[in-house]
DNA sequence: GATGAATGAGTCTTCATTCAT
DNA sequence: TATGAATGAAGACTCATTCAT
């Protein structure tokens, strides 16, 4: 179901199974970091989490702009594989979009904001073909719902998106207590005002993944 | 109606107009700066786009921890400043939350999220005491709706204040097309899912603003 | 004679006076620098020789490579002064060549072959304007040395440039003892070189400064 | 003639086939790297240019040093050689001498200033036999030329071979376009220099090879 | 014996803060 | 008082060298 995202370049011979090691934990503390401290986190922060020492960091990503390109990768990745899996078990289409929505929280997707930070090469063909991959997934859950009466019709898959990225951001500093579960009770009220039938009307126009990727 | 709070030790003789003016720029300046480039904005760029010096800035603020603060309690202030005009003005409860939540939103009240920031003085008087007329106002303009019957009774203040300032961040690197006019479709979409009846039971337990500010 | 070379961009209002002093200091500094250990010097040696702190540096030069330029402007820019009043004292065609030759060494023109470093705008006007005076200067001495008949006639200023470069460059490592005084041994050697007649043919073309700094 | 430079230590048990062919290629490699980009360059960059892993070079020498240490070893070994067959072979003694500077030149012999460099142990018995050998050799040749009266005798084998290490070092960055060629021309040009007879008289004092690498 | 991977020390660069005009 | 300039501490990145396979 979902694609290996950790392999950059099938074209690389072969990595040794604790470089490999070294690699996803790397991906993994730079999550976290980033989404406790911010896409400002520094390197040596990183390092320390995942347990090896700085200068590893630059032999498996060249620059800070390869990790975050990695680590936004490994986000929408795994957040797809969760509509995925949603919608092919829950019966229920607007169920699934719930489900969806709090697994992602769960993977962290705040950190899909990296997506329109400025150190990354939005033009990149993986990235593209990931966000694409989980906005599909994300447009099939909701026109599962949609077609089940349950969604609101005003809506698109960036609305959701979007409002799912902001909400499941870190607070910055250390975040306060059991802010993961707080986060969740923000995400149900977001969900019962995507129910249909809609209880107001929206200003402006939905849009898509790819447009707010878009330069001004 | 609103406590001026650009003066920070009223023990001051008093400033020179010209002095005064520059103090309000600064802090108009942070403000718009932390709102598109985060919470680490030089404090060269602020001092460019206010048009003074940067050692100005040291003139009127210790550090860079005072400067936030101040930041912190304007957009507080000017946030309350926009629920007690609502409350006051609006005759349906519901609706004046709306104009609320719309009006914070214009108010960037997205730096709000400052008041969690690591670098600031949670346990400072002026800090608390805008804190709680901001939560005050707003709890009033709940209890109103409530009262109506128009607002769901599982969620607090924290609920509705957290949401708010996680809606209105601004998106990292240079905003995209339209944010702003896009920020008020996702408040839209959650004030519809504030109102009662509730179409869901919420995880957890609602939260205040003193709650937030708690360390673990 | 001259022009002076330390300012960058006349649009600039004005440099206080410790500051302009500071930045000729850090140029000069960088030179000695450059000449004795090469073109990779620590900036921190080369602020600590000029006195100043390092960062101290970058207010002057937004980095390295500005920094390295303007070496090259003011080593280039001296050699040229020294060029013209050998021209307009010396009598003598060749005397003015030989005068040149040993005078452009002690201002330490073995920093030019920073020209043709990696980091290094090759297409700055400045640079450029400054190399075609110092060319067209070198090709009047040389112009006034052939028409007296004492200059051989198969040579260019590429030919006397580079190997002026070359032949002044710094050993590496801490020089040895005179090497100063060694160096116009050898520059006298190859002026002996440059008088007609000619006592061989050479191989290749000549070639100019212009064409040196070409790409493949 | 030539002294086999590139066994270390003839204490050595005797390397495998393989082995001795990648010290080879290491010396080579390292070599052109340094002449090409300086003698900075990254281990590496050599590793690699040598088809071998970077830790193989610490296999053959202990440190940058050794590596260094036999690399200007190789290139005085080299052009000792050149020197040796330029006299045995050419019937005049300018001939020899004009020969032999030419094929010094194709020889890398510009990464003789390695000799200078400060990351090299002077002192080093091969280094001195080596070099030792290299300057007997080159006096042989100015002596037969000096003997034909086709050189001038205000000269050393210091000068000669300072000049030519300058004149035949490489431009920094990436070379301009056939500056082998261009070389010559200024190897010629200086050679016409050493005829006799002197053109001119010399500021200073001859300087041996040894004097050169005396400290202050 | 050879290799890919890991590391710590060193360099460049930025920025909050202080100083001198 | 207000300002441009100076600074040290901190973060990104490179590279010689060591380690584990």
Chains 1, 2, 3, 4 share one sequence.
């Not at 306060?176 to 149900?188: E, G, M």
């Not at 129910?195 to 330069?215: F, H, K, N």
Request: glycine share 6%.
């Amino acid at each position: 179901m979902a694609a290996d995202t950790t392999i950059a370049k099938p074209a690389q011979p072969r990595l040794r199974a604790d470089a490999l090691r070294n690699r996803e934990r790397i991906v993994a503390a730079a999550r976290e970091a980033i989404v406790e401290h911010g896409a400002g986190s520094p390197l040596d922060e990183i390092a320390r989490r995942a347990g090896v020492g700085n200068a590893t960091i630059y032999r498996h990503f060249t620059d800070r702009r390869e990790l975050i390109h990695h680590v936004a990768l490994s986000v929408m990745s795994r957040a797809a594989d969760q509509a995925e899996s949603a919608l092919a078990e829950e019966p229920d289409g607007f169920s699934a979009l719930e489900r969806f929505v709090h697994a992602a929280a769960d993977e962290r997707i705040g950190a899909l904001c990296l997506l329109l930070s400025d150190g990354i090469d939005k033009e990149h063909p993986d990235l593209i073909a990931t966000r694409d991959r989980l906005s599909a997934d994300v447009e099939a859950l909701m026109g599962a719902a949609r077609a089940g009466g349950q969604l609101r019709t005003d809506i698109g898959v960036g609305d959701l998106m979007v409002a799912l990225n902001q909400l499941t951001r870190p607070l910055p500093g250390s975040a306060c207590v059991n802010f993961d579960t707080f986060v969740h009770r923000h995400l149900q009220l977001f969900l019962d005002g995507l129910r249909a039938p809609a209880r107001s009307e929206l200003p402006g126009e939905s849009v898509t993944l790819q447009d707010l990727q878009q330069r001004p």
